[in-house]
């Protein structure tokens, strides 16, 4: 229910009753968002969309960060794995 | 796609998943807060990728499931009438009230419309002005914006023809109240991601200071709640409790301020019955008072409606993480997706729908846990 997924903001519009409304591009499904909590929003920026509003812009450079500390994890670690790790892959959808 | 697909891949879960190893040196029992974070665990099968020592429970964070029977059957009564369109997320179409659900109201006549955003029950009303549009406005503090967007809007516009059934939830007070039980096994908690996106998290510290637990604000694909885990693990073995943000790639401390500033001034915090749970002080929302017209409780007078949860069902025990799913004996017997007992069966998030649609109901599976309990 507190589902909200990022997608690209590809049209900014306000609507016919004023409200700052928009466009975004989820992998191929383009969706209306109400802009009116991120004003700030540019077209290309990515967007945390939950129930039809932008919540946040997702801010790439903490993404990067964020990622790059996943990948620096220590590379010796992976000596000691577990064979118990279930080797299925997990992206399945 | 960007920013999503990233956080499924299974070389860095692996990673993960060796340091949460690592580190871990004793038993410890954690909590994911949101439903959507339970679902997330339980299709990829994260918890059986961590040490056996690492328990997830699971919490109290699906809307769907704790809004409570009354306020579904004053949903099912307000939506009965010839001179309403009753809009809701298509989440609440199938939850059971005391007599029906709403899709079988929908079969008998009734005006019954899903709407992917609150915003658009607005049109809806300009589009039929003899008729009044009641929004059933369920969720967690994400949903809040949207909702009192919805109220504003239609105040700002002088939209008379529309109100919200306010069943709305807060998950710090939940947290707290888990805390504080006598029977309380868990020692930390995956934070909710998109609750604190809205809201930030501020309003977690004293909870950390208080109850001396660690809380790791969380996202909800399989690396983020990989890596809120490792940090969570990491504190607790340090012996720290804080609030760390896994998720800064759109959590900030202070939230979204604008949502937080019309959230203030359509809603005010107030005691709220969860389903399965009871009563908990101070953890909801209501409209105020300026936005009374928009109340649909006060609109339709719908009076106090005589409720009883089956006998069998234990969902208040494992919204509170003190029994899991399969401890339960109707669970993937009586208890199914199609004739759900309780509210951790009724959404797909609960936990009890969760372990069913990936099987943990099935003989096989259960052995795993087998040495757990």
Request: include cysteine.
């Amino acid at each position: 229910m507190c589902l909200a997924i990022p997608g690209k903001l590809i049209e900014i519009a306000p609507d016919a009753s004023g409200i700052r409304m928009g466009k975004a591009n989820f992998a191929g499904i383009v969706k209306q968002v109400c802009l009116e909590y991120i004003p700030e929003a540019q077209l290309g920026d990515f967007v945390l969309v939950h129930v039809g509003f932008a919540l946040q812009k997702v801010d790439e450079a903490e993404a990067a960060r964020t990622y790059q500390a996943l990948a620096d994890l220590d590379q010796l670690g992976e000596l000691n794995t577990p064979e118990s790790i279930d080797p299925q892959p997990l992206t399945t959808s | 796609m960007k920013f999503l697909d990233e956080y499924r891949d299974q070389a860095l879960a692996q990673k993960l998943v060796a340091e949460i190893h690592r580190t871990v040196t004793r038993p410890w029992v954690l909590m994911e807060v949101c439903g959507g974070q339970t679902h997330s665990i339980v299709k990829y099968g994260l918890d059986r990728l961590l040490p056996n020592n690492i328990e997830l429970v699971h919490g109290p964070g699906c809307p769907v499931c704790v809004t409570s029977l009354e306020m579904i059957d004053k949903a099912h009564a307000i939506a009965s009438r010839p001179d309403v369109i009753f809009c809701s997320f298509g989440d609440m179409l199938r939850v059971p009230g005391s007599k029906q659900d709403l899709l079988v109201l929908k079969s008998h006549g009734a005006d019954i419309r899903v709407v992917y955003s609150p915003i658009d029950c607005l049109k809806i009303a300009r589009a039929n002005p003899d008729k009044k549009v009641v929004f059933f406005a369920i969720g967690f503090e994400t949903t809040a914006p949207a909702n009192a967007m919805a109220v504003w809007q239609a105040s700002r516009q002088g939209i008379r023809n529309f109100s919200i059934l306010v069943s709305h939830v807060l998950v710090p007070p939940s947290i707290a109240s888990i805390l504080q039980s006598p029977h309380n096994r868990v020692q930390g908690f995956l934070g909710p991601g998109h609750v604190c996106t809205v809201m930030g998290y501020r309003e977690y510290e004293p909870i950390t200071a208080r109850f001396e637990v660690p809380i790791v604000i969380t996202g909800f694909e399989p690396l983020d709640l990989l890596q809120g885990t490792l940090m969570l693990v990491r504190q607790l073995e340090e012996g720290r409790a804080e609030v760390e943000n896994q998720y800064a790639r759109v959590v900030k401390r202070d939230g979204n301020p604008i949502a937080l500033n019309i959230i203030n001034k359509v809603f005010e915090v107030c005691d709220r019955k969860w389903r399965g749970v009871g009563s908990i002080p101070k953890s909801g929302y209501k409209l105020r008072y300026d936005f009374r017209d928009y109340d649909a409780e006060r609109a339709f007078e719908v009076k106090e409606i005589d409720t009883k949860e089956p006998a069998l069902c234990i969902s208040g025990l494992v919204l509170r993480g003190i029994k899991k799913p399969h401890d339960c004996p109707a669970f993937g017997r009586e208890c199914t997706p199609e004739t759900p007992l309780g509210a951790t069966m009724v959404s797909a998030e609960g936990a009890c729908a969760a372990y069913y649609a990936y099987g943990r109901h099935l003989k096989t599976e259960v052995p795993e846990y087998a040495d757990q309990h």
